[in-house]
C-alpha cells in the first residue's frame, strides 16, 4: 500500500558528501514524521536523523554539525544531506516514515525502505 524508494548511496571517500533521497508513494493520506535509519554490521540499527511535518529535526549526537535532514512535502520525499563524511558512517541507511492510511481502516503505522548502502573509505 505504501512504498519508500531511496536512493543516493554509494561509495565516496572520507570528507565527501552524499545526499539520500526517499520517495514515498501509496494511499497516503499524511505522512507524520519521517527519518533516516543506519545499520553497521555488527550492531543495531539506530537513528541517524529524523523531521516531523512541520520541521522539527532530530539528529544523533555523531553527526550533528555534519548531515541535514530536510523534506518536501508535495513529494512526499524526505532527503538527507551528508557533509564530511567518516568511515564509521559506514553502514546501510533505511529510510522510514509513520504513515496515515485509510485501507482497509484508517491506521497509522511506520513504513521502512529496503535501505542504500553508503560506504566510507579511509
Known amino acids: 500500500q505504501v512504498q519508500l524508494v531511496e536512493s543516493g548511496g554509494g561509495l565516496v571517500q572520507a570528507g565527501g558528501s552524499l545526499r539520500l533521497s526517499c520517495a514515498a508513494s501509496?494511499?497516503?493520506?499524511?505522512?507524520?514524521?519521517m527519518g533516516w535509519y543506519r545499520q553497521a554490521p555488527g550492531k543495531q540499527r539506530e537513528l541517524v536523523a529524523s523531521i516531523t511535518s512541520v520541521g522539527s529535526t532530530n539528529y544523533a549526537d555523531d553527526v550533528k554539525g555534519r548531515f541535514t535532514i530536510f523534506r518536501d512535502n508535495a513529494k512526499n520525499t524526505v532527503y538527507l544531506q551528508m557533509d564530511s563524511l567518516k568511515p564509521e558512517d559506514t553502514a546501510i541507511y533505511y529510510c522510514?516514515?509513520?504513515?496515515?492510511?485509510?485501507?482497509?481502516?484508517?491506521?497509522?503505522?511506520?513504513?521502512w525502505g529496503q535501505g542504500t548502502q553508503v560506504t566510507v573509505s579511509s
Open positions: 501509496g494511499s497516503i493520506v499524511s505522512i507524520n514524521a
Open positions: 522510514n516514515a509513520d504513515v496515515s492510511t485509510r485501507w482497509p481502516i484508517p491506521t497509522r503505522r511506520d513504513y
